[in-house]
């Protein structure tokens, strides 16, 4: 086995040789360090050699979320340079259950985490029973993908505009499909009725979004919420119609939805632009608090390379899989900024989503 010197070993030999041998110019120590960090982080990822790396889904077997995982698990480990990345779903409370797992445990980066971000934010903020973690606290290494939402409504929906829905609003309540309490979904049906002035319910109790559709393309339900590859595979299968992005700009691959923040009251479009940017966290990797720098960096660079790799990425063609990715400095600058930034409005509402 070959012996690699120690870091500061190298450094020494190197200034000896330029000093006392060559008497190179001082020009050359830049280049030093160089070489001198570029080992260093070379040992910090030699850490992971012959480990074995769990990634923790927080949901079931099978679904979406357990589809990412497993893409990611198959390249990541070997980008690492682990022996091992293995997927374990440790599904309960809505994702709860991991993700509080997850901040609690040792900072040793062979626990990581495929985190529901759009989700946790919501919960904290709106003071969801069970939260036992600071989203902006996690060690965050890359997001996966942050596809907007729609807002859509049943193919033969009378609703068209803002107008549409105001008019059935005046006769009747308007019923708005969500998976259940505290959901995104949920959330943005609560936002739904807010900015657009609506009599409105929030109808739950569905096992799954394709269940939703299901409701909604029968007619039982007036609109819903979804992610857009969500809501493309319901009108593929003619169970639904766009109405609206849940943001302020328009977005190419649905180009007859209009940006919800041109339709509503102006005022509104700040509590608008929140809640696309809280979408926009989607679905991000992450390791507990406090993970050593070195290794944050190891992870983090094995996520960038994956996700850019072919494989990963004809993976995810095969599979219908969205992928928006974000590096990790930028995930987390976007995580803290719409936690500590959080306008009341925003907080409130959320509050009132998690209170029923």
């Not at 797992?101 to 040792?106: C, L, M």
């Not at 009599?199 to 799954?208: E, I, M, P, R």
Request: charged content about 20%; aromatic content about 8%.
């Amino acid at each position: 086995m070959r012996i690699v010197p120690s870091f500061h070993a190298m450094i020494f030999a190197g200034l000896g040789r330029a000093f006392r041998v060559l008497r190179l110019p001082l020009m050359t120590l830049p280049a030093l360090a160089t070489l001198a960090c570029s080992a260093q982080a070379a040992d910090s990822c030699a850490f992971y050699k012959g480990k074995t790396v769990e990634l923790v889904v927080p949901f079931s077997a099978g679904g979406g979320y357990d589809i990412y995982g497993r893409m990611v698990a198959k390249y990541m480990g070997d980008e690492l340079g682990a022996a091992h990345m293995i997927v374990r779903n440790q599904p309960g409370a809505g994702g709860l259950l991991a993700t509080n797992q997850t901040w609690s445990a040792p900072p040793t980066g062979l626990r990581i985490e495929l985190m529901p971000t759009s989700g946790m934010i919501t919960a904290e903020l709106g003071g969801a029973d069970g939260v036992q973690f600071k989203s902006g606290g996690f060690s965050w290494i890359g997001r996966l993908t942050g596809e907007p939402d729609i807002v859509g409504t049943y193919p033969g929906s009378p609703l068209k505009t803002v107008d549409d829905l105001k008019r059935l609003s005046a006769e009747r309540t308007v019923k708005i499909g969500s998976v259940g309490l505290g959901d995104m979904d949920y959330v943005e049906g609560e936002l739904m009725g807010l900015v657009l002035g609506l009599n409105y319910n929030v109808v739950t109790g569905f096992a799954s979004v394709p269940e939703v559709y299901s409701a909604l393309s029968r007619g039982e339900l007036d609109m819903s919420t979804a992610s857009i590859s969500a809501f493309q595979l319901a009108q593929k299968a003619d169970a639904a119609r766009p109405l609206w992005i849940i943001g302020n700009e328009a977005v190419a691959a649905l180009p007859e939805a209009k940006p919800l923040g041109e339709v509503v009251d102006p005022k509104y479009r700040p509590l608008v632009k929140v809640f696309a940017d809280v979408i926009a966290a989607g679905r991000g990797l992450a390791g507990p608090p406090g993970l050593p720098a070195d290794r944050l960096q190891c992870l983090r660079d094995a996520f960038d390379r994956t996700v850019r790799s072919e494989g990963f990425l004809t993976d995810a063609q095969k599979l219908n899989r969205p992928v928006t990715p974000l590096g990790g400095v930028a995930t987390a600058q976007l995580v803290d900024g719409v936690t500590n930034d959080a306008p009341k409005e925003y907080v409130d509402l959320l509050r009132k989503s998690y209170a029923k």
